[in-house]
């Protein structure tokens, strides 16, 4: 049974700061890997995706690492801004189709 | 990328009550995923809708309590039955597409009184 796990569960970093946020899976045998950003009582926005192909992804500030041997995924935010703060969620799919493991989350806050 | 609307976006209920939420996508799409996120929690699938066959529901969650229907290929509907206070939490459907990029609506939040 997969198990994804986002440490730390929060961070707190003050504005302009390259933030690193960690995920972790046990089982590597992922389809793929998915970067979500979730605003208090919002639902999901997807940020990034990884195939298991790949070792990385980019989008403007973000970009987004995977390591299947290890296990690990990191997303980076660059030069981090105060409407940054949410929470990121990982999530590993296990094959098309197939549902989503969440891990905790990392709830992020960027002070100006 | 899909758009997902949900209705509704929040509501308040009395404990014993029922609440069915719908999910509505803006293109066919085979397979829709049920979530819940308890306060403070991450997402737990509560079953995948397929049309034209039963959901197909995880362990720890039944279709008495979280009925499902897929009447096409474009909407879904979650009841919560019988609700009590444990039921408070943020509901969430999502849509598979190309087999892999899920995305999600923006989520019921429930709170039972």
């Known amino acids: 049974k997969q198990e994804v796990t986002q440490i730390p569960a929060a961070l707190s970093v003050p504005e302009g700061e390259n933030l690193v946020l960690n995920c972790s899976f046990t089982d590597s045998a992922i389809y793929n890997l998915q970067w979500f950003r979730q605003d208090p009582g919002k639902g999901l926005t997807s940020l990034l995706l990884i195939q298991s192909s790949q070792r990385e992804q980019t989008s403007g500030r973000l970009n987004a690492s995977l390591d299947k041997s290890s296990g690990r995924s990191t997303l980076y935010i660059a030069a981090s801004q105060p409407g940054d703060s949410a929470t990121y969620l990982c999530a590993a799919l296990k094959a098309a189709g197939n549902k989503l493991t969440f891990g905790g989350g990392t709830r992020v806050l960027v002070k100006p | 990328s899909a758009v997902i609307s949900q209705k509704p976006s929040r509501d308040i209920c009395q404990r014993g009550t029922s609440l069915t939420i719908q999910c509505q996508v803006d293109s066919q799409v085979t397979m829709m995923f049920w979530y819940r996120q308890q306060p403070g929690q991450s997402l737990t699938l509560i079953a995948t809708a397929n049309q034209g066959s039963e959901a197909t529901y995880e362990s720890g969650f039944v279709i008495d309590k979280f009925p499902i229907s897929r009447p096409n290929l474009t909407f879904s509907t979650l009841t919560v039955s019988n609700m009590s206070p444990e039921d408070s939490s943020i509901y969430l459907c999502?849509?598979?597409?190309?087999?892999?990029?899920?995305?999600f609506g923006a989520g019921t939040r429930l709170s039972v009184l």
């Open positions: 999502s849509v598979g597409q190309g087999g892999d990029i899920q995305y």
